[in-house]
Nanobody
Framework: QVQLVESGGGLVQAGGSLRLSCAASGSIFGIIASRWYRQAPGKQRELVAAITRVEGTNYADSVKDRFTISRDNAKNTVYLQMNSLKHEDTAVYYC?????????WGQGTQVTVSS
């Protein structure tokens, strides 16, 4: 019942930056956590960053100090600011929002970092 619309993906050179946005609509009451995952070709989907009320923020070691997850409750939007991008960051990035009732996913947005 939660619709997630992602934007901000694209092609950048190594060292560049992108900001991903995930706008939520629908039954979005009772959000427990908002997360960003990514999946590169030939690899498993991995958790990139998460933000929860209880635990704060959490990042994969590979993106720590480069990526920042944030949430704007007024806009029902979660962001992933990605700086100092590396070629290995190339993947499809998925937004995930967990509520007390649902665990919803976006359709994914492609991020490609040229070497």
């Amino acid at each position: 019942q939660v619709q997630l619309v992602e934007s901000g993906g694209g092609l950048v050179q190594a060292g560049g930056s992108l900001r991903l946005s995930c706008a939520a609509s629908g039954s979005i009451f009772g959000i427990i956590a908002s997360r960003w995952y990514r999946q590169a070709p030939g690899k498993q989907r991995e958790l990139v960053a998460a933000i929860t009320r209880v635990e704060g923020t959490n990042y994969a070691d590979s993106v720590k100090d480069r990526f920042t997850i944030s949430r704007d409750n007024a806009k029902n939007t979660v962001y992933l600011q990605m700086n100092s991008l590396k070629h290995e960051d190339t993947a499809v990035y998925y937004c995930n929002v967990q509520t007390i009732s649902y665990n919803s996913w976006g359709q994914g947005t492609q991020v490609t970092v040229s070497s």
